[in-house]
């Protein structure tokens, strides 16, 4: 497991953007080991998959509701979720998490089960 930290959230109003990060105190090397992931909950609702991105950063994957609004991408030390065109919706908890990249599988990606490690969370407001 690696320790996860996101950071970036905040209040803003419908049709504004923002960007979320999440770092992590292991090493580049360590780092470049996993798949990662976002997913984002909100009281009493199941946490829900919002992207992932592979170890090596050449695979990507979105849920339908963000497609086309949202952009995932990493480097050595930190993954970016770039949300544009945010909509009420959109409010919740982001929370980044991490796999072991044994292999890349859609289905692991998008599966909150699969990921060993999880950052705290941070809160994103969207007001309309």
């Known amino acids: 497991q690696i320790q996860l930290i996101e950071t970036g959230g905040g209040m803003v109003q419908a049709g504004d953007s923002l960007r979320l990060s999440c770092s992590s105190s292991?090493?580049?090397?360590?780092?470049?080991?996993?798949?990662l992931g976002w997913f984002r909950q909100t009281p009493g609702k199941e946490r829900e998959f919002v992207s992932a991105?592979?170890?090596?950063?050449?695979t990507a994957f979105y849920a339908d509701s963000v497609k086309d609004r949202f952009a995932i991408s990493r480097d050595n030390a930190e993954m970016f979720l770039q949300m544009d065109r945010l909509t009420p919706e959109d409010t919740a908890v982001y929370y980044c998490a991490a796999q072991l990249a044994t292999r890349v599988s859609e289905r692991l990606l998008r599966a909150s089960t699969s990921y060993e490690s999880w950052g705290q969370g941070t809160q994103v407001t969207v007001s309309s």
């Open positions: 292991s090493s580049a090397r360590t780092f470049r080991t996993y798949n």
């Open positions: 991105i592979s170890w090596n950063g050449q």
